[in-house]
């Protein structure tokens, strides 16, 4: 059966196909040695620091295939720029653009604009897109493990760090956890979106979290609209959490972040107590 990942990651190889005739990969990796060093996202999201703050990784997210379009972004930099205000310690740009209608021109923007780590989101298969992320200041990638076999696992994951980026490397079933630990993820996000459904199972990511490997930076990723979602992930032990529409479709999206981050705080000074 060929699911709506399937069809997506069709769509991307053909587009990277077209992108790779334009610039050979010579010239990307060339670009990517050129940058100055990639910032140091595992930290930013709270890796190797005692558990106390919820991190917000916030999206700049145009559209999804399950609702179609979300927001009119007429200014991506800006919009980067007021979640980095709100104390948003990554952003994340979705490049994929024929369901998330996203770009490499967006992740410029952001990258120019804001101090904070960039992640290019996308549907990573090949090598060229790490190399092509780095090359335009990204300084995370995300590796979907449902798209990738192993071996293909270990080998982006290694040039991911190679290059000195980190890596999302994001899980949605117990056996995927076990992959993406066994590959050496640093960072690993559990999306409760189904991507076959595209339905949010919450309870999923309670059910995952035991699993982690030993010292990663465990994030939640979707269907968190209010206070209440980031305080479950929270109590469930996410350092962080991924959020796109609610923030693109709020008009005070600095105001949301600070409100997500003060119920993650809450949630996990909780947890800690009760241990
Ligand atoms: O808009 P939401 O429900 O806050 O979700 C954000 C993020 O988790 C979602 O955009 C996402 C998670 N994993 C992905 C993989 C590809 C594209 C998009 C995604």
């Known amino acids: 059966m060929s699911t709506v990942l399937d069809e997506i990651i069709a769509g991307v190889r053909e587009d990277l196909a077209a992108r790779e005739r334009l610039v050979p990969a010579a010239e ?3 670009a990517a040695a050129a940058r100055p060093a990639a910032l140091d996202a595992w930290a930013a999201l709270g890796g190797g620091a ?11 997210k145009r559209r999804s295939p399950s609702k179609g379009a979300l927001a009119d972004i007429a200014d991506p930099a800006a919009l980067a720029a007021q979640y980095e205000r709100g104390g948003a310690s990554v952003i994340s740009v979705l490049t994929e653009q024929r369901r998330f209608g996203g770009s490499i021109e967006d992740l410029d923007a952001v990258r120019a604009a804001v101090s904070i780590p960039v992640l290019r989101k996308d549907f990573t298969v090949e090598e060229y897109q790490i190399t092509e992320a780095r090359a335009h200041g990204a300084d995370l ?7 990738l076999d192993d071996a293909r696992l270990a080998g982006l994951l290694a040039l ?9 490397v994001e899980t949605h079933t117990e056996e995927e956890v076990d ?3 066994a590959a050496g993820a640093r960072i690993v996000g559990v999306n409760v979106r189904n991507l076959k459904t595209l339905e949010i199972h919450r309870d999923v990511f309670g059910a995952l979290a035991g699993r982690m490997p030993e010292g990663a930076v465990i994030v939640g990723e979707s269907g968190v609209r209010g206070p209440d979602d980031v305080a479950h992930f929270a109590r469930h032990g996410a350092g962080a959490v991924l959020v796109g529409e609610a923030l693109v ?5 600095r105001a949301r972040i600070e409100e997500f981050k003060s119920a993650g705080a809450a949630a996990i000074a909780e947890r800690l107590s009760a241990h």
Request: no cysteine; aromatic share 0%.
């Open 160 to 168: 991911t760090h190679e290059l000195g980026m980190n890596a999302l």
């Open 179 to 181: 992959r993406a630990a």
């Open 50 to 60: 005692p558990a106390g703050d919820l991190r917000v990784i916030a999206e700049v």
């Open 28 to 30: 990307v990796a060339r």
């Open 249 to 253: 479709t709020d008009g005070d999206p």
């Open 141 to 147: 990638v995300l590796l979907i493990v449902a798209a």
